[in-house]
């Protein structure tokens, strides 16, 4: 404890440790609350329910999934493992890659701490007086009003939306062998090979969750704390004086910023106050920021790791950067000119 309390003075190591426990504190609790999600869906989610209860037509499935996140709101430091138990229990994997990349950012949650974030903006400010009730009676309206009052969470949503199904249509006629570690599809081929199983009491099946629950914690845990410690290490001891100058370069500002939300690891929930804090960056690559870190940063890509194999999770890293940063600029420019445009 000795050794703990010196390592944490004020010193080059003592800031790499304080922002480590400041990183795992904010992210934990959304694992625990992943895997306590995913140790239920384990314990009490019917097999093959979700493949039942989605289209068959594997397009609109995967279409349908980028909406997911607004019925269950998942953090991305906890979306690893509740896609583990869905995929086990039937949901496509299409589905799946759709649903863990947009759940993080297509959800009320996140929607809501951007309207916060960006709150203090002069033209969201005064934007947000359009709004009005009456605009639900007219979808036209309600879109300019939107794009106008709060561009940001339109712009985020949106285009993570899209960037997601994307990914989604992408894997969809491949095979889960093809993706995923050898050991979740054999998982998953030993559940489907399992005899029905008779019907469990609720005390069985609650402990059934809770073992479930510490087993995922245990794997997923291991490999957030390897991410964190590799971003501690960063944002203590790089200079960030670096980010203004590299902001007035339109060719590079983008990729930066990207390379910055997949080596900071902030939480889905809360970089949207560090992106409105970044006055010299552009609209276009808060946007690159606020789309590509939830769906890849540094905790993400060890995290990744335990479920797909290690050439998927290169080609999700730097595949989900280039679609990101090829349509941030043109979809900024999309919804500014929506919020401009004279009212239908």
Avoid at 39 to 50: E, M, N, R, V
Avoid at 214 to 229: E, I, S
Avoid at 240 to 267: E, F
Avoid at 288 to 302: E, R, S
Wanted: proline share 6%; net charge positive; glycine share 6%.
């Amino acid at each position: 404890m000795m050794v703990l309390a010196a390592s944490l003075e004020p010193s080059r190591i003592g800031d790499v440790f304080m922002s480590f426990l400041g990183i795992v504190f904010e992210g934990a609790p959304y694992i625990v609350v992943g895997t306590l999600i995913s140790g239920f869906i384990d314990a009490f989610l019917p097999a093959k329910f979700i493949d039942r209860a989605l289209p068959r037509n594997k397009v609109i499935a995967t279409l349908l999934a980028g909406f997911l996140g607004l019925i269950f709101p998942v953090c991305e430091c906890a979306i690893v493992p509740v896609i583990r138990r869905l995929v086990q229990k039937g949901l496509p994997i299409s589905c799946a890659i759709t649903y863990m990349l947009a759940a993080p950012i297509m959800n009320p949650i996140v929607a809501a701490s951007t309207v916060t974030a960006f709150m203090n903006d002069p033209l969201t400010r005064d934007s947000m007086k359009l709004l009005s009730w009456s605009d639900l009676l007219h979808p036209v309206l309600l879109v300019h009003d939107l794009c106008a009052a709060v561009p940001m969470v339109v712009a985020r949503l949106s285009l993570g939306y899209i960037v997601a199904v994307l990914a989604g249509l992408v894997v969809i006629f491949m095979k889960p062998r093809q993706l995923l570690r050898d050991s979740v599809v054999d998982e998953m081929d030993a559940a489907a090979a399992a005899p029905p199983e008779r019907p469990a009491g609720f005390d069985t099946k609650l402990v059934r969750a809770m073992r479930g629950t510490m087993r995922d914690f245990l794997d997923t845990g291991m490999y957030f704390a390897m991410g964190v410690g590799i971003t501690a290490i960063f944002s203590t001891q790089i200079n960030q004086a670096v980010l203004g100058q590299v902001a007035g370069n339109g060719w590079i500002a983008i990729p930066a910023i990207m390379l910055l939300a997949l080596i900071l690891s902030l939480c889905s929930t809360s970089d949207a106050f560090i992106a409105a804090n970044l006055p010299s960056f552009s609209f276009a690559a808060k946007l690159a920021f606020l789309v590509y870190g939830p769906m890849m940063d540094m905790k993400l890509l060890f995290m990744y790791s335990a479920v797909f194999k290690r050439r998927i999770v290169l080609v999700m890293l730097f595949g989900l950067m280039f679609v990101v940063g090829l349509l941030s600029g043109p979809w900024a420019t999309f919804i500014q000119n929506l919020a401009t445009t004279v009212k239908p």
